[in-house]
Each structure stands twice: as C-alpha cells, then as structure tokens.
C-alpha cells in the first residue's frame, strides 16, 4: 500500500510528489503524459524557468524526482477509483490495480477551443487562452478577443494592457448593452458582431480571421475565454462538487474529504503554472501531516 497516490502528473502532482518525496513518503504518481499546455511552445511565469519548453520542464522535474527512491512515476491513466475504509483503490487503463493511505486528484481540465474552422493549428502559434501566459510575447500588435457579452467585454479591455490595437469578436451571440458599446469605444475597441466561419494565414505570424459576410481581418493573435471540463471523471465520480467554472471545489489544504485531495488547474479558477505547483506543495505538506498524526497515534 502507497502512502499517497497522485494521479496525474502535471506540475501539481509532481510538485506533490517532490515535497512528499523529500518527506520519505511512499508515493505512486500515475502520468498520462498528455499535460494541459501540450500546444504550448512555452512556460511563463514561473521563476527561474520562465520561457521554457513545457516538455523540457516535464523532463527536468522527472529528473529531480528520481533522486528520491520513494517515489514511482507510473506511465499510466487511472480510469476508476474506489473510496475504501480509510484508503482509495485506483484501476488503471491497463487494468492495474493499486491502494493508497490517501488520493490527490490533479488531473487537471481541459479547454475548449472555439468551433471555428482550421484554429487547432494556430493554437500556440496565433490563437491562446491566458494573456498571462502568452500576453508579452504578443504585446503591441494586432489582437482580437473572441468572447461575448460581460465576460467579452471584461476580457477585451484587460487585453489593452499589452496592446492598444484589439478588436472583440462576439461571434453572433450576446448583445452588448449601450453602456458596454460606449466602454468599448472609449478605449478604442472596435466591436465585430458576426459569425467567424475560420481562420486561415501564417502559423506564427499575421493570419486572417474571416467573418460570415465576407469581411476579412487581418491580427496577429486572437485570445479566447474557453469554457472547460474536467480532465478525467473521478472528481466527478468521488462525489466532488464541481463549481460552474469546471474546477472542484476544494476545503482547507486542498483537502475534499478525509482521505481525499485535489491540486492544480482541476481546482482553481487562477490556472497559472507556479500555482499548480504551490498548490501541489501545498497538498503535500497537508498529506504529510496527517500521516504523520496517524503514526504518532498507533
């Protein structure tokens, strides 16, 4: 039996799994190998790795893991998972079956990109959901919002923070009101209300969003506010409450019920990378605990 299971192994679990590690903890980290930021040609934000290949910090991070003999890294998805008397049983794809003290979800989410025609190929390259994340590196040039209404307009105008040339694109959906026109207009944000059939253009470089009737635009970058799911059903399955944005909802330490625990973007609405890590270490530090308590009562 493993102290703590972590299925998923993004940068919360690992990071999970590295402080638990450290803790001489015997941990059993299941990886898909399939993270969120897979389209992403780089990871920002995070200090002393800002800039790096996503795939190149994923290797970095196994590397470190592997100094602390506790810890396995399992290629693997966990496809089921079974609440115990006081520890979880988990089934992996292959039909592997492992028990732990305790389970930590960092599954993660996934996003879903806009129904437009050819925009998987920009994704990373022209189109990106954070301005956080991809923001400076598209700074001062043409960019175009895709959202609608409260939300559209929230986003358009946090976007003139890296650029005064954006448009909002609503796609035919929500009206604005006059007093968001107005707002918009202030700041200079031009406002296109019709259907986007597709995108087409340079990978990486100036690329045309093309609307219903006829009208072509040319922008360097189009940012979307994606709607998004849960990455795997366990949550869902453990009887995790599930908030209106796609994350789990999370108690005190990233804690869900007594043997149960969550980190990373399948919890919080702030979908950084350094959080995930911070949330993970955060975990860890709460799981350590109470196995420790655990062993000073036996």
Known sequence: MFDVIIAGG???GMSAALILGRCRRNVLVCDTGKPRNSASRALHGFISRDGINPFEF???????????????????????????????????ADGRRYIGKYLLLATGIVDRLPDISG??????HNVFHCPYCD????????????AAGATGVEFALKLTGW?????????????????????LDRHGIKVFTDHIISVEGEIGGIFQIRFQNNTVLSRR???FYPSQYQASFLAEKLGCTIASGGGVEAGKFQQIKSHLFVAGDAARSIQLAIIAAAEGAEA????NTVLHKEELSE
Not at 164 to 181: A, F, H, M, R, Y
């Open 10 to 12: 993004g940068i919360a």
């Open 58 to 92: 994923r290797r970095i991070i196994r590397e470190e893991l592997n100094e602390y003999p506790s810890v396995i890294h399992m290629e693997g998805e966990v496809v089921d998972a079974e609440e115990l008397h006081e520890s979880y049983e988990i089934r992996l």
């Open 119 to 124: 925009i998987q190929q920009y994704y990373g």
């Open 135 to 146: 923001g400076w590196e598209m700074r001062d040039q043409a960019l175009a919002v895709y």
């Open 163 to 183: 650029s005064n040339d954006v448009i909002l694109c609503t796609d035919g959906k929500e009206e604005l009101s006059q007093e968001q026109l107005a707002l």
């Open 221 to 223: 970058a189009l940012f």
């Open 284 to 287: 860890a530090f709460a799981l």
